[in-house]
């Protein structure tokens, strides 16, 4: 029996590191909590995680956005400023911007999103949210500036071009935006809205026949009842 015993022993013990190896990190259970729809658990294990593991970015930007949802927008902004002060993350910096607008600091958010120009001096995201802002307050040339400036950064940006693309169409520039469009719905052949929005777009610019493979593409991957209605109404207009 002892003999036995000792043999089990060995067993378990030969079995242990390989069960450590499979243990989750509090990062990893709150992915799986998330997936199963538990959030209020999900913001407890990334609690758990950031105190384990301060640096892990993610982490802490996963929890700012879990917070947010329920109304803790103040708690999630210094989760987001925390982020940016221990390291370069690009999501935390265009949150926090939002945030501030939200508050009516449009002066810090400015100068937060120029900040990370020069930081990520590689994105086009930090310029077209500055064109954005800059749009809104009726500055049409400062827009169409950072525009071209967001994808002198980076001209492989598909929500760049999209963005620029409806800008331009705003401005009454309809040739000039149907380029954007199809350049940008070339880089995003899988996002279901940019391609709807962008249809409406090339439909401006009279590419009738783009348009509709644009509204095609959309409702293969999102349904929607009513680019269905506009699809049926130009598949008409062509029969014609």
Not at 63 to 85: F, M, P, V
Not at 168 to 180: D, T, V
Request: charged fraction near 25%; glycine fraction near 6%.
């Amino acid at each position: 029996m002892r003999r036995r015993a000792g043999s089990l022993w060995l067993i378990l013990l030969l079995l242990l590191p390989a069960a450590a190896s499979h243990a989750e990190t509090y990062f990893e259970s709150a992915q799986h909590l998330l997936e199963n729809g538990q959030e209020t658990e999900a913001r407890r294990a990334l609690s758990r995680e950031i105190a384990v593991r301060p640096r892990n970015l993610e982490a802490r930007y996963n929890l700012a956005i879990l917070l947010e949802r329920i109304g803790h927008a103040t708690e999630a902004s210094e989760l987001y400023r925390d982020n940016i002060k221990r390291g370069r993350h690009l999501p935390s910096v265009v949150n926090l911007a939002a945030y501030l607008r939200k508050q009516h600091q449009n002066d810090a958010a400015i100068k937060l999103l120029f900040k990370a120009t020069k930081t990520f001096p590689a994105e086009a995201v930090p310029w077209y949210v500055l064109a954005g802002m800059a749009e809104k307050r009726g500055a049409n040339k400062k827009a169409e500036n950072y525009y071209q400036q967001a994808l002198k950064a980076d001209a492989k940006n598909g929500f760049a071009h999209l963005r620029y693309g409806r800008f331009l169409s705003r401005q009454g520039k309809i040739k000039q935006a149907g380029r954007q469009i199809s350049k940008a719905l070339s880089l995003l052949p899988q996002c279901a809205p940019c391609l709807r929005i962008g249809g409406d777009i090339l439909v401006q610019a009279g590419k009738q026949k783009q348009a509709l493979k644009a509204w095609q593409r959309s409702i293969a991957l999102e349904p929607n009842p009513n680019l269905r209605k506009k699809i049926t109404t130009a598949l008409r207009m062509e029969d014609r």
